[in-house]
């Protein structure tokens, strides 16, 4: 079945580290996004892409970087200038006209200690 | 994109119908409403969109007001697995720029 495999589901960093997140999706979907939630609160969009090797910043890009060199995988790093990393990361896609709406992957849970 | 306002949290009895309403009175004409539901930790799923006409698939159904400037996603039957957070969210979805923005949602308890 086709669908988006975000990876890690746990990923524990040590403060200072860069860390890559990784996210595939087979559906053939030109657009992907990056979203950040912390508890309790809604989504904020971090990087997204509408074609490959383009990206845009989003609403909280400081302190994250992506790449999209190919048209199935957008990782997302979170580097030691983010001041806040720990959240849970998701991973989003959708096709050129959206009809079907975006489709989520699982989420990274990322925890600075 | 037009700002939503959603209540922060409702509750259904199991069986019966859950009515989760949504303002957004600052629409645009080419702007969609869409709704997703996000079960705690986990990635949100879309349910269903619509522009003008009211729309139902097998998860709902969407009632849009005639002047757009709210809608409500109907849960015919509500079960306690439709308890999560309910996303109402509206956005261009022609042009080469698209983006989604969350808000805090209503967070829907599905009792016994």
């Known amino acids: 079945d086709g669908g988006i495999t975000q990876s890690p589901k746990y990923l524990f960093r040590k403060e200072g580290q860069n860390v890559t997140l990784s996210c595939e999706q087979n559906?053939?979907?030109?657009?992907m996004y990056w979203y950040r939630q912390d508890p309790g609160q809604g989504l904020r969009l971090i990087y997204y892409s509408q074609i490959v090797n383009d990206f845009q910043k989003g609403d909280i890009a400081e302190g994250y970087s992506v790449s999209r060199e190919k048209k199935e995988s957008f990782p997302l790093t979170v580097t030691s200038a983010q001041k806040n990393p720990t959240a849970f990361y998701l991973c989003?896609?959708?096709?050129?006209?959206?009809?079907?709406?975006?489709?989520f992957g699982s989420g990274t849970r990322l925890t600075v200690v | 994109d037009a700002k939503t306002t959603q209540p922060p949290s409702m509750d259904c009895a199991e069986g019966r119908a859950a009515n989760l309403p949504c303002n957004h009175s600052t629409i645009s004409g080419n702007e969609y409403v869409y709704w997703y539901r996000q079960i705690h930790s986990q990635g949100p799923q879309y349910i269903i969109h619509g522009l003008k006409n009211n729309e139902t698939n097998e998860m709902a159904s969407l009632i849009i007001t005639e002047d757009r400037k709210s809608s409500t996603l109907i849960l015919p039957h509500a079960t306690l697995r439709d308890t999560a957070v309910y996303y109402c969210i509206v956005r261009v979805t022609t042009g080469t720029a698209s983006k989604l923005t969350f808000g805090t949602g209503t967070r829907l308890q599905v009792t016994l």
């Open positions: 989003a896609s959708t096709s050129r006209d959206r009809v079907k709406g975006y489709t």
């Open positions: 559906l053939n979907h030109d657009a």
